[in-house]
């Protein structure tokens, strides 16, 4: 069973007091991988939390499709990945999963992950999720076996506010991968501002966490330069509709992106 420890005015679940004190070299701040989509949503988790300067976010974790070298349903390509994070100013670390993937493969995959991070120091990994209840649990659960703890920052805030918050906030993204059972294919590529809410039908999530869609962030505050992209092909591929994305003049990005240190 996991014991809760009290460091300073802090309270950290699954960490040994040993642990604790090595995870906690940034002015006291803890540090934290962020699970890394591409997608809006883990971009806007990034930005608050460093807004909130609570945790001090060192790594970006993703899942990769091996087979495709793709983002895991996003479906963007890895080189769009390596710029973000160049953007981003943040490392990543990627977890190699084949295609199709088992729970039992893509857990074991995952606990190795934890297993380096937990070498690393770090306790805690952020997480994008809106309000799903099952999948905060399952995250929750696997999470408790490695002994590290989970951090949801826009938990249960209403998507549409959500939605409109990114938009004024300055973030950029395009609809990468659509489901065609709960959305028009003619919304893969498109961008993700105020038109595409206003078009969006009314059971349709505004961040699509019901799966609806997902998406690529190219630019926005939580990054130091824009990834410049143009669009692509568009496929439909079990099941799902992807919008193939490819970068476009690339840059170099030098800097780190705006937040606390």
């Not at 809106?130 to 989970?150: H, S, V, W």
Request: charged letters at 25%; a negative charge; proline letters at 7%.
């Amino acid at each position: 069973m996991l014991r809760p420890y009290k460091v300073g005015g802090d309270i950290l679940v699954g960490a040994r007091p040993m642990e604790n004190r090595r995870a906690r070299q940034d002015g006291g701040r803890p540090k934290a991988w962020l699970a890394w989509s591409s997608g809006k949503d883990s971009a806007w988790a990034l930005h608050s939390v460093r807004g909130d300067g609570e945790f001090d976010v060192v790594t970006l974790l993703t899942t990769v499709n091996r087979t495709h070298e793709r983002v895991a349903m996003h479906a963007v390509r890895e080189s769009l990945l390596d710029r973000q994070a160049a953007a981003a100013g943040l490392p990543l670390v990627k977890v190699p999963i084949p295609s199709p993937c088992s729970n039992e493969i893509y857990e074991q995959a995952m606990s190795e992950a934890m297993t380096r991070a937990r070498d690393e120091g770090v306790r805690h990994v952020i997480f994008g999720d809106l309000f799903l209840r099952d999948i905060r649990a399952y995250r929750e659960k696997q999470l408790a076996r490695c002994e590290m703890t989970p951090v949801f920052p826009l938990w249960d805030k209403p998507t549409r506010q959500l939605a409109e918050d990114m938009i004024a906030g300055g973030l950029s993204a395009y609809l990468t991968c659509v489901d065609p059972r709960q959305l028009d294919r003619a919304f893969a590529g498109r961008r993700f501002d105020r038109d595409l809410l206003a078009d969006l039908p009314a059971n349709v999530d505004p961040c699509g966490e019901n799966g609806e869609f997902h998406t690529f962030a190219n630019a926005g505050p939580m990054f130091g330069g824009e990834v410049e992209i143009t669009a692509g092909e568009v496929v439909e591929r079990d099941g799902f509709v992807f919008a193939d994305l490819l970068e476009r003049n690339p840059v170099e990005i030098i800097g780190k992106a705006p937040g606390p240190a």
